[in-house]
T-cell receptor
Framework: QQQVKQSPQSLIVQKGGISIINCAYE??????FPWYQQFPGKGPALLIA?????SEKKEGRFTISFNKSAKQFSLHIMDSQPGDSATYFC????????????FGKGTKLSVKP | DTAVSQTPKYLVTQMGNDKSIKCEQN?????MYWYKQDSKKFLKIMFS???????INETVPNRFSPKSPDKAHLNLHINSLELGDSAVYFC???????????FGSGTQLSVL
């Protein structure tokens, strides 16, 4: 049973465009929703995270939109750059156990110059 | 100065062998983890240690045994390696169970 479903599996965007990656979850006990960025040969690195008490969080060009009733959240990358080309993972975890992350299957983003 | 370091970065071995992967963090964190990333890039938690105490032990074969000699180190020992153990193993750490994770660069294990 896949608790966090992520789409699309891969995404190609032109430089300057908007990249959008979507995730849906099943377990209403989840209360922490991070996005991780992974470059080839490197470990995942936290990009941005949100809790269900807010509907949106923005950090620079990266925005998380959260819809609690639909049990969905998404990552928007504005003004996408070739340096953003990486694999992005959404994840979820429960209160008091943020380290026990349930990951989505990842989205490979390619930003074309 | 690497925050979470793992050795070795690559490990190629034969089926049936026993191997260890070492992890050290210099962030002063008290919680450490092992995650496995399979060939399809799927990441899944294996173990979590908080203050040297095992907190999370997901459904992992008992051929896998984590050992935490102190708060800065969490090693992973694997007995009787199987082909299906081939994956990238990531160590991570956090300041407590409720803080963000810092991942190492991974150990790519190939079992032949």
């Amino acid at each position: 049973q896949q608790q966090v479903k992520q789409s699309p599996q891969s995404l190609i965007v032109q430089k300057g465009g908007i990249s959008i990656i979507n995730c849906a979850y099943e377990n209403t006990a989840f209360d922490y929703f991070p996005w991780y960025q992974q470059f080839p040969g490197k470990g995942p690195a936290l990009l941005i995270a949100i809790r269900p008490d807010v509907s949106e969080k923005k950090e620079g060009r990266f925005t998380i939109s959260f819809n609690k009733s639909a049990k969905q959240f998404s990552l928007h990358i504005m003004d996408s750059q070739p340096g953003d080309s990486a694999t992005y993972f959404c994840a979820a975890s429960m209160e008091g156990s943020q380290g026990n992350l349930i990951f989505g299957k990842g989205t490979k983003l390619s930003v074309k110059p | 100065d690497t925050a979470v370091s793992q050795t070795p970065k690559y490990l190629v071995t034969q089926m049936g062998n026993d191997k260890s992967i070492k992890c050290e963090q210099n962030l002063g964190h008290d919680t450490m983890y092992w995650y496995k990333q399979d060939s399809k890039k799927f990441l899944k938690i294996m173990f979590s240690y908080n203050n040297k105490e095992l907190i999370i032990n997901e459904t992992v074969p008992n051929r896998f045994s984590p050992k935490s000699p102190d708060k800065a180190h969490l090693n992973l020992h694997i007995n009787s390696l199987e082909l299906g153990d081939s994956a990238v193993y990531f160590c991570a750490s956090s300041r407590g169970l409720t803080e963000k994770l810092f991942f190492g660069s991974g150990t790519q294990l190939s079992v032949l």
